[in-house]
């Protein structure tokens, strides 16, 4: 038995627009969490390597040897203070062909892992990175929606645009990053009882700037909330928004595979069905 599959989801083709395989979550590697997902109709992953120099390298090396990978590769808002130290190793990959994006760099006040200004000065470079190499940022934001309002304005990120991922803020947050240019995105966080604000969003979200997640090994959608999340679940995640969107599965599917595909750059939509069981 697959997890996330059924016969209903193995019609239509899904993309995690952000997940984490590292080693230190799954020893045997990778390639059973994979096949689950592909199994399940999960025809893309954007693969983030975060978490210091061997997580973006095992990201980049996945997008290599896997033609439905991609990798985005940056310094995780944790590790700000290790910002300088890292950066010599981790902008080179940005240059690499199946890197598609920078991040996840952002703010996150509500664990504070790194000193704020500390975290200020990693988001700002981060951008400016991304502006350099001519990528998307994938922002994340935690308990601190005004300041990275403020310095995504401030930095221009709107050059390159980007995607607010896990989205867990308000309309008035997603209307500002709307403006910016961002894609919002949504994790297993909508299936969550306590969830109404950020379903509310997902229900009204305009339909060319909304992608889904899992944030594997986070955030398991339920039925499988608590357990180890991978990417095949990412099904039950959008099974959820499509309802509170009152779109059929398909429509849903194809919308947003075509919106990760325009925001990465990736050769992925109706061309890939050939490849997945009709
Ligand atoms: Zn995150
Ligand atoms: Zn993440």
């Not at 920078?102 to 704020?116: I, K, N």
Request: hydrophobic content about 45%; proline content about 5%.
């Amino acid at each position: 038995m697959v997890p996330g599959n059924d016969a209903r989801a193995l019609r239509v083709m899904w993309v995690d627009s952000h997940c984490h395989l590292d080693a230190d979550t799954w020893p045997l590697g990778p390639d059973a969490v994979l096949a689950r997902a592909r199994a399940a109709g999960v025809v893309g992953f954007v693969v983030v390597g975060v978490g210091g120099v061997a997580a973006a390298r095992g990201a980049v090396d996945l997008a290599t040897r896997n033609g439905d990978v991609w990798a985005v590769v940056g310094v995780h808002p944790h590790d700000a203070a290790q910002y300088a130290a890292m950066c010599p190793e981790i902008v080179p990959l940005l240059g690499v062909e199946r890197v598609v994006g920078v991040g996840e760099t952002g703010l996150d006040y509500h664990y504070d892992h790194a000193p704020r200004v500390d975290q200020h000065t990693a988001f700002r470079a981060s951008i400016a990175e991304a502006r350099q190499a001519k990528l998307p940022i994938v922002v994340h934001t935690r308990s601190a929606a005004a300041d990275t309002l403020a310095i995504l304005t401030e930095e221009d990120a709107r050059e390159v645009g980007g995607v607010i991922h896990c989205f867990s803020e308000d309309r008035a947050f997603a209307r500002s990053a709307l403006d910016l240019g961002f894609y919002l995105s949504f994790s297993g966080i909508v299936t969550f009882r306590n969830a109404a604000a950020i379903r509310d969003v997902a229900a009204w979200a305009p339909s060319d700037r909304v992608l889904i997640e899992t944030d594997s090994p986070y955030l398991a959608p339920e039925p499988f909330r608590g357990r180890t999340c991978e990417p095949a679940y990412v099904v039950h995640t959008a099974r959820r928004i499509a309802e509170l969107r009152g779109m059929t599965l398909d429509r849903f599917a194809d919308l947003t595979m075509e919106n990760t595909a325009r925001l990465f750059g990736l050769p992925l939509g109706r061309m890939t069905g050939t490849a997945h069981p009709a």
